[in-house]
Every structure is written in structure tokens, then in C-alpha cells.
RNA sequence: AUCUGUGAUGGAUCUAUCGCUCUCAAUUCAUUGAGGGAGGAAAGUCCGGACAGCGUAGAGUACCGCACCAUCUAACAGAUGGGCUUUGCUUUCAGCAGGGACAGACAGUGUCACAGAAACUAUACCGUCUCGCCGAAGGGUGGGAUAAGGGUGAAAACGUGCGGUAAGAGCGCACGCAUGGUCAGGGUAACCGGUCAUGGGAUAAACCUUGCGGGCUGAAAUGCCAUGUACACUCCAAUCUCGUCAGGCAUUCGUGCAUGAUAAGCCCGGCUGCUCGCCGGCGUGUACCAACAGUUGGAGGGGGUAGGCAGAUAGAGCUAUAGUAGCAAUGCUAUGGCCCAGAUAAAUGAUAGGUGUUCCUGAUUCAUUAGGAAUGACAGAAUCCGGCUUAUACAUCACAGAUGCAC
RNA sequence: GGUCCCGUAGUACAACGGAUAGUAUGAAGGUUUCCGGAACCUUAGAUUGGGGUUCGAUCCCCCACGGGACUA
């Protein structure tokens, strides 16, 4: 049964980690959000498949309420998704990832999750020739 | 009745599924169950505290803040009540509704553009009065007195009236205003009232003076923790090389053993920026002492990256009832009840449906029903409290204004 | 989280509490030229918003808004 799950294990909450996947990742972008991805080289025992985080820009979105609506969404709109992901990479690798809001205005939950996914489908795709 | 403005109050709710975070319980250690989970401003950071670190030997000065009085309060630049003053209205000896950074301008200094004679030691422009000279006269000219009138200006040397005078002038008097003194007066006090004296332009949100208050820094403060890696330092063992102060004791003359010092001055740091004064320094310095150092292994051990714990959520706590002090703000007492967010790249969300509310359209029995739409504003805790300020869709209430209708 | 500073024409800067807020450049119009440039002449254009002190505020004080710097 697949568990639609996004607790403190799968999310990236290191002050260092952050600052190596944004120095060192890849990135895509599908409007309005950026994806930076990073294999995780030596992950620790016990760690989960995909770790994620979420950024909002403060200069796009001054007030502080606006900026909570839309990183709620995106988290929402990546946990539905999340299982599919995790069955094709198929626990072989480990990634940390970034989702950065780049809109400058908020839109509805339905568009945010669509462009979420198109986003990483495309991830997906440059994975698979990479193997190649 | 509608609209607008100001102020106050509220700032929808229930169920299901999938999630997030904290607490408790259970255990197969990864889950399950139960419960809690944003605001009136959580915002701005404009004030005041609690709490913590540093300091604690203080004094003076500087700097900053406050400024009618009393009360409330942990405290405040906040609140309540009072005084004085000012604006508007009603129409008067007052009332109602607002506003007031509301100590001091005889302690001193500065500034007061333009206009005006003059902006504070009155250089008298037009005038007024008087004396001398000239002239027949109107008048002219020179000296003196005069701040009542004119004009200028934001402001003109206390105001108005009467007396007085050559003309005038607080020169005198009455009333009023301001300031200062005073009273066995009223009031806790500001202040009010009486009385005496003086008459002094404005400006202290110009410098300043007086009184009162303030040690500095802020939770990213501060205290603590264990593991791994590398390292300053200390001890022990092994190994290798180099070297052996002074006097004393012992001596197998190879050597072994114990002992030996830190003054003044200067510099730096701290106590509030400065001065005095004080404290500290494994700084310098002269002086003194004398044996180590490297490598390897073991033990101890300090600082510190990232991380974790405490600080940090039971309190100036919320709430109900009764009593009680006070005009009120606000306390006090008694008896119950409650535990009410604690995240840390930072939790409170998504979807679906109902109830309620508002709007639109239709129907009629005129306050009900059917369908549709919306459920919105300002805005997200970050150590915690008390205020202030600012933002706020919609609903309700109060007050004010405008328009329309009826009487 | 804390501390501090600034806001003037489109832009960069001035202005002791006192004329109609000034200078440069840019903008618009004109003169000159066959046309353009340069030059010359003319014009328009601003004190972040609100309140207070003052006779009078860009300047002094308070509140708000916007922008910036420092600190860790």
C-alpha cells in the first residue's frame, strides 16, 4: 500500500546539506517552480530514499502569511506524488532535493501540483539518460 | 429608510479521507491509540518590565530621557480622576463636545526676514506742545519736551475708562491681566480665594537653567552535554642525539640527592565615554634560575566546527460566583473550575460534503421557499508579559452628518 | 533578533527657520542648416504622506510609509 508521507525523516533540515545541494546540484525549472536535485554520495544508515526541501523567495513574497500558503502547497502537491518517484527509482540511489517557488504570484493548488509533477517527470527522464 | 464617517464588539462551524507537529500511553522499535495546536493585532519595534551575562568601591562631570497635580500599577512617555488653558456650539454670570510636550523667558547667550522712526540701552518719520530768531500774516527755521494719535508689521513697550498736564506719560485712581511675596483661609496636591508689591515683547519642538530618573549589553543573552576525527598542553614508558648554573649534603670520585627567584617602573585590559581612584595580567623589563628538546605508544585534558539539552512555557496566569475599598482606572478577600501552541530551512495544510451567514434571480400566502454564487479583510507565534501605534472585508450596536419619504 | 541612517524636478546633487526652492544633465518647443549634430533662445517639471511647534517649516518635534547600512 503506498503512504502518502512527508515527516522530518524525509525532509532536508541541515544547515550544511543545503548549502552542498545548492552549490553542487543540478537544477530544472518548470514555471513557477525550480527543481535542484544532488545524489547523496554517502548517506547515513536509516536514511530516506528522496529528501526534500521548500523555499519561497521573501523579495517575491514580503509578507510572511503568503510565504507559508505557498510552501504548503508545494509540500502538498510533492507528498501525493512522492510514492510514484520512489518505486521507479526503486531504492537504489539517494537524492537530496529542492523546490523553489519562482512565480511571483500565488496561484491555486491544482496548477501548482501539475507543474510539480511535469517537473519531475523531466527529472525523471534526464535521470534515465544519464544511465544510460 | 438608505448612504458616509468615527468608536466598540465579534472576526463562522461540523463531518469524512489523506497529511504535519507536540505531549502521554502501549509495544513487535516501527507503528498504533488518546489529547493539544496562531492573533486581535501574532505586525511596527515606539515605551516599560521580568529574566540573563558582564561589573559591583565609589564620587564628580559629560550624555540620554521625562516635565500641571493626585491615584492606579511590577513598571511606564500607559490608564483614571482633578486643576489650569484653549477651540467650537448652545446663547450666557453657565453648560455640552473636543484639543493642549501644560516647569522656567527679571540666571545668562542667541534669533526676530520684509516692512517700519523704532523689534528692547527706543538716535522721534508724520504729528502734538513749548522756547528763541525771521516775517505784516499764513508760515519758515533752530533748540527742547512728548510714545496720546497715524501708518508698518505676526508682534509696537500692560488693556479700558476717568483724573491730570503746555502737550503727554502707570504720573494717580477704579476695574481687569501677568509675575513675585504673603496668609493659623479652602483643598492630600496642582490650584482657588484674600492681601501687598512690581509692570517684565516673542521664541526653551534655539542653546540653556531647575527638578526627577537612567551602570552597559540583549535569548543569535547565557549555562551545559556525549561521540568520532585532527590539534595546543601535561604525565608515564621506550628510543635516539646533544648538553650539564650556583652554593650545600652524600660519595664506591663515575656520580647521586634535595634546595634556590619574581621588587620598582612602563605597557595592556576592566570598573560608564572622560578624570581621580581601584582591581587584574602565564605582558614587558631589569634581575634570577637551570635542563631540556625530537620521534613512537599509552593515559589525562582544554578550546572548538556541525548537532543536542536547559533557558522555553504554571504564570504580574485564565475564568465563574459572592463579598468588599474607591467617583473611576484598579485592587483586596473567600470558594470553585481550567492548563490554554511550543516549531527550529522553522508545525496548524489539501480534497469532498453538510449547517449557518451574505448577495443575485424566480415564486407566492410577505416571510417563507426553490435555484445559483461567495464565505471574503488585515494578517502567521519564535524567551515571556504590560501598554502605545498602525492595518482591518463583513455583521451587530452607539454617536454624528447628508439625502429621501410620512406626519 | 538587535542597532543606526536617509528620503528634494526623469537622474545626480544644493539651499542660516524668511525672495516665486537653485545648479547640471535629460525632456518639450523654437532659431540656425538642404538634413542632422553642436550652438543659441524659451518652456514645463520637485520638498515621501499625515499631524504639531512657530508670524512663517525642505529645515525643529511626533506618527506612518519607503529605501539603505552595520551586527551575529
Not at 530544472?28 to 536514511?47: D, F, H, M, Q, S
Not at 507528498?79 to 531504492?91: D, V, W
Amino acid at each position: 500500500m503506498k503512504r502518502f508521507t512527508l515527516s522530518k525523516q524525509e525532509r532536508l533540515s541541515s544547515r550544511k546539506e543545503i548549502e552542498i545541494l545548492f552549490l553542487e546540484g543540478q537544477s530544472l525549472t518548470k514555471y513557477p517552480v525550480r527543481l535542484v536535485w544532488r545524489e547523496a554520495i554517502c548517506p547515513t544508515p536509516g536514511e530516506a530514499p528522496l529528501r526534500m526541501m521548500f523555499s519561497v523567495s521573501k523579495k517575491k513574497f514580503p509578507k510572511a502569511v503568503d510565504r507559508n500558503r505557498a510552501k504548503r502547497l508545494m509540500k502538498e502537491g510533492y507528498r501525493l506524488l512522492k510514492p510514484e518517484i520512489i518505486s521507479t527509482i526503486a531504492g537504489q540511489k539517494y537524492f537530496h532535493l529542492g523546490l523553489i517557488y519562482t512565480g511571483s504570484e500565488l496561484l491555486d493548488f491544482v496548477t501548482i501540483q501539475k507543474s510539480i509533477s511535469i517537473a519531475l517527470e523531466r527529472w525523471m527522464q534526464k535521470l534515465q539518460q544519464e544511465t544510460r
